[in-house]
């Protein structure tokens, strides 16, 4: 049973353009959401979080809105720029699952120039 | 060393043998975790460890083993290794369990 789920296995957007990644998740104990983005051959790097008091976070030209009504959280990027080309996970935890991260299975964003 | 290393890079093995990736830190981070990443599944929590001395079974403990003796190593143990561990292995700390987790580059291992 996936609990995180990103229902996109790719998207390509224009350099310039916004890039919109959605997630979504089934557990309602999940309080605390993250967004990783992974190079090949290297780890995951963390990006941008949100905890479940807020519904908006954030950082330079990165953006996480989470609607918890819908569990349903999405990262906005704008402008696209092409070294933000990669692999994109969304993760969460909380409940019995606190500091246990649940991955989705990942959205690879093409940007072209 | 800088954040956390893991090896080795990359691995392979014959099925039936025992083989450690091994995981430091170097940010005294107190918890500590093992992931496997496969295509089409995202990363899949193997075994946790939210202190030195504990441990915990994540989502996937079947066919591994850790320890955490000190508080800057976390090694993973594939006792008799089988076909379907082959994937990359990451590890990964944080500063307590509610912190956001750093990843170590991988491990990538081939189980033939």
């Known amino acids: 049973d996936q609990q995180v789920k990103q229902n996109s296995p790719s998207l390509s957007v224009q350099e310039g353009r916004i890039s919109i990644l959605n997630c979504d998740y089934t557990n309602s104990m999940f309080d605390y959401f993250l967004w990783y983005k992974k190079y090949p051959a290297e780890g995951p790097t963390f990006l941008i979080s949100?905890?479940?008091?807020?519904d908006k976070n954030e950082d330079g030209r990165f953006t996480v809105f989470l609607n918890k009504s819908a569990k349903h959280l999405s990262l906005h990027i704008v402008p696209s720029q092409p070294g933000d080309s990669a692999v994109y996970f969304c993760a969460a935890s909380g409940g019995t699952s606190y500091g246990k991260l649940t991955f989705g299975q990942g959205t690879i964003l093409t940007v072209h120039p | 060393i800088a954040g956390i290393t893991q090896a080795p890079t990359s691995q392979i093995l014959a099925a039936g043998r025992r083989m450690t990736l091994r995981c430091t830190q170097d940010?005294?981070?107190?918890?500590m975790y093992w992931y496997r990443q496969d295509l089409g599944l995202g990363l899949r929590l193997i075994h946790y460890?939210?202190?030195?001395?504990?441990?915990g079974k994540g989502e996937v403990p079947d066919g591994y083993s850790v320890s955490r003796a000190n508080t800057d190593d976390f090694p993973l143990t594939l006792a008799s290794a089988v076909p379907s561990q082959t994937s990359v292995y990451f590890c990964a700390s944080s500063s307590d369990r509610r912190g956001t987790q750093y990843f170590g580059p991988g491990t990538r291992l081939l189980v033939l």
């Open positions: 949100i905890s479940s008091i807020k």
């Open positions: 940010m005294r981070h107190n918890a």
């Open positions: 460890s939210n202190t030195a001395g504990t441990t």
